[in-house]
């Protein structure tokens, strides 16, 4: 589980958003993939940010998990133009693989031609941004509700700050400390 740090003024509040913050992460199941979680309270600003570093762990989806190159000959109409047949071997990423390549026709479920140029290392899905998002929504879960002015600040950590008033500089400046912070730790 990551290491958990609230701080705020109240104590009972203090124990409540680390009560709160623990559960998010269980719910999400997240705990064990973030180093450490940071979460400073001024409830009479009010800001609220939460900061999170997880660890370096990402797996690229590329071409080659998720088709097979059964064919490639020049388009007949356009010689400059090579038509390649792909086999799908794992429909997970499908959706992304569509967005990536010109289909030109699906003979069936499982097969593709495409005009595409076909590079077997391309990148067809990034883990790491599913769980940016899962991230994302942990500390969601976590700010009071009523706090609507929301900014996240990605890098190799994510900090998010909520309010219900728009921001001031010196806001700014404690999340961005905050970041520099946690990602001074990898």
Not at 10 to 32: R, S, W
Request: hydrophobic share 40%.
């Amino acid at each position: 589980m990551a290491k958990i740090y609230v701080e705020c003024q109240d104590e009972a509040g203090q124990k409540i958003y680390d009560k709160i913050v623990q559960t998010a992460l269980e719910d999400l199941v997240i705990g064990k993939s973030l180093i450490e979680v940071k979460m400073i309270c001024m409830e009479e600003e009010p800001l609220f940010i939460i900061g999170a570093l997880p660890k370096t762990t990402s797996k690229l989806i590329k071409l080659r998990d998720i088709v097979s190159l059964e064919e490639s000959k020049p388009d007949e109409k356009d010689p400059n133009k090579t038509i390649s047949l792909l086999k799908i071997t794992d429909e997970t990423y499908a959706h992304e693989l569509f967005d990536k390549i010109n289909i030109i026709d699906q003979p069936s479920r499982f097969e593709l031609l495409t005009d595409s140029d076909i590079d077997l290392d391309m990148v067809i899905h990034d883990a790491k941004d599913d769980f940016k998002l899962k991230i994302l929504d942990f500390m969601n879960r976590v700010f009071p509700e009523g706090m609507r002015v929301r900014k996240a600040y990605h890098g190799k950590s994510l900090v998010m700050m909520a309010s219900e008033t728009p921001y001031k500089e010196e806001w700014v400046k404690i999340a961005m400390d905050l970041k520099k912070e946690l990602e001074e730790k990898v």
